[in-house]
C-alpha cells in the first residue's frame, strides 16, 4: 500500500495520514516532511541540493533537516570534499526499517500511554 494514501479513521470520524500522524507526534511541518521524503528517495543530499531539488530556502531546509536529525529521522556527516572555511554537511535519512520502528514504537508508547489513565486523572479535568 502506498504510504501517501494509508489513512485512520479517528473515533470522531475524521481520517488522518501519516503527515498529520507525524505532524500530532513529531511536530512535523509538510516542509519537514517533504525534505526526509526526498532523503529517502534521493540518498544523502547537502542543504544546497535539498533546497534546489525542492526550490525551498536554505534557512527553511536548514531549520527542518536540524529538526528531523532531533527527532531521529534524520543523521548529518562532514562533507569530508569540503575545503576550508565553514564545514558543509551531508543529511542522510535514517535506514527504513530503523525509521518504521522508530514510528512504530512512539506511536506504541502514546497509545499506552493514553490508554491507561484512569478514572481518577481524567476527573482533574472536570470543573469543581
Known amino acids: ?3 501517501q494514501k494509508l489513512k485512520a479513521r479517528l473515533p470522531s470520524g475524521r481520517e488522518v495520514g501519516l503527515v498529520e500522524a507525524l505532524t500530532f507526534c513529531y511536530d512535523v511541518s ?11 528517495n534521493l540518498g544523502p543530499k547537502t542543504e544546497d541540493d535539498l533546497a ?15 529538526k528531523l536529525i532531533s527527532i531521529g529521522f534524520v ?5 569530508q570534499g569540503s575545503k576550508g572555511g565553514r564545514p558543509r554537511y551531508i543529511y542522510k535519512a535514517v535506514d527504513a526499517e530503523f525509521l518504521t520502528d522508530k ?6 508508547y ?11 486523572e481524567l476527573k482533574s479535568f472536570q470543573k469543581p
Open 30 to 40: 509538510d516542509t519537514d516532511f517533504q525534505i526526509l521524503k526526498a532523503l529517502i
Open 52 to 66: 534546489a531539488v525542492l526550490k525551498l530556502s536554505k534557512a527553511s531546509v536548514n531549520r527542518s533537516v536540524n
Open 1 to 3: 500500500m502506498e504510504v
Open 75 to 79: 543523521e548529518r556527516f562532514k562533507d
Open 110 to 120: 502514546c497509545a499506552k500511554l493514553f490508554g491507561g489513565l484512569t478514572p481518577n
Open 103 to 108: 514510528i512504530s514504537k512512539d506511536f506504541e
